[in-house]
């Protein structure tokens, strides 16, 4: 089987998405990931492009011990000589020289006849090789350039001693199938094409980059360019763990392998995501948080059964820790009764049965059913919503100039004792929370909290989410008024009811189910 090389411009191309902006630190500890990942190629920067990325370039090259790491450099002698002064001490240096050749860049962009591209194409790779052992050079748009005029620059640059020769669809512009083409064309109509690499980079205006770059692959090609995430210039890149993952699972059809270790695919994914400050979205293949979460019914059972019905990799692969099933609107019972068991409720078949019906009735409220979200739904079917404590009064006092401080009267239901407390705190929600925590007696860490306005207008319901941690124990309490203040002491009161309910068993219920979780 074939070996595909993987050329990462995640530091290069990648770094051309608008907004981003990479310091040599940075790149340092990225270009390490992508070494750890397997990479061949790093293309680090351009260091013609400014004092800072030369800087970044040369970090790079001496920091990274088995990749390639090369510049990108325009078909000039001084971004060639700063390719240079940025990668002479590189253990492994390499340069990547560009020039268009597509006929709408050359008239508008370069204003060069076909001729003077190919002395010029010559004649930077001359002078690149001149220093550099490892000299790839781009015909940039050459997606769109005249095929014979692509053959007459191949043959020029590697008569000029270039090693990889690579053909771009800088626009994405190109087919599949017409990309694969030029591949073959190039192979059959330029002398001794042998001696050099083809190398496929692709971008993904029209969301085909991974689709150009198998077929590519497919035909014949020894290396491919891209990037993590898929991000760089407009749409972006070739995502690289979509075409690493496509070889991985398809090797039936595409015969070839690549030196990844793909275990490292999540993590890089991550760091990428961290540093340049892009976020990869929900459905992105491979990457995405969703790529191994099922939410549907079908599919959950299908996954429960078997995962290869709706799985045709696995995220341990990519080194993610297991696939997800996200309990929601459109799960089953299937699904509903495993969740029970992960959580360590043993119920009959009837109880999860008049749980469902509470659990459908929730997913219509709720977009996404949490652990604690089922676990209030097994108290409250069975430990009943009987409160331990209820709200009577809450009286503040606040000044902008004065410490906040509340007192908090409450009703412990099991004796129908009034309690009351009160006490300061660094703000009104703060008072009333820990004047809560004398009355009952309980010292809860509050964990989350968020107000949701549920009406609009002045006369609003504001819905307050607290979420309370005891030893390992966490539950969330909901409390709706039109005064936060008020929806917050009630929010909080009934977390500390709840948490009663899960610590002591609650209020016993008969029949309840037996919970063999912590
Ligand atoms: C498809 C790609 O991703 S290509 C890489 C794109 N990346 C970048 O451009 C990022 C880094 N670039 C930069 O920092 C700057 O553009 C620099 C430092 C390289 C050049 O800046 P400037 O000298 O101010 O030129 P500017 O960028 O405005 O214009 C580019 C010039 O290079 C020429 N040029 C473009 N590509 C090439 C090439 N491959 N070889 C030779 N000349 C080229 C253009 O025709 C233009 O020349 P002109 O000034 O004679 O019209
Ligand atoms: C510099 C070249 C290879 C490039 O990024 C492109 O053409 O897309
Ligand atoms: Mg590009």
Redesign the pocket.
Known sequence: MRRVQFFDTTL??GE?SPGVNLSAKEKVALALQLERLGIDVIEAG?A???PG?LEAVRQVGEAVGSATVVS?????PA?IEKAWEALKHAKNPGIH????TSPI?RKY????TKDEVLE?AES?VRLAKQYFPNVEF?T??GGRTEKAFLCQVAERVIEAGADVLNI?D?VGYLTPQQYGEIFRYLRENVREIDKVKLSAHC?DDLGMATANTLAAIEAGVDQVEGTINGI??RAGNTSLEEVAMALATRKDYYQATTGLNLKEIAKTSRMVSKMTGMFVPGNKAVVGANAFAHESGIHQDGMLKNSSTYEIMRPEMVGYEASRMVLGKHSGRHAFRDKLKSMGYEMSDEQISQLFVRFKELTDRKKVIEDEDIASLVEERWAGEKEVYTLETIQLSYGNQSVPTASVQVVDVRDQRRLEEASCGNGSVDAIFKAIDRVTGESMHLVDFQIASVTHGKDALGEVYVKLKQEDRIVQGRGVSTDILEASARAYIHAVNRMIARRDGGIKMENAPVSVGS
């Open positions: 290069r191309d051309q351009f013609a492009a400014s990325d990108l450099a325009r078909a000039v971004d020289v560009f020039l268009a860049h962009k370069l204003n060069m010029r930077a781009s940039e748009d771009p800088t971008h760089g210039e």
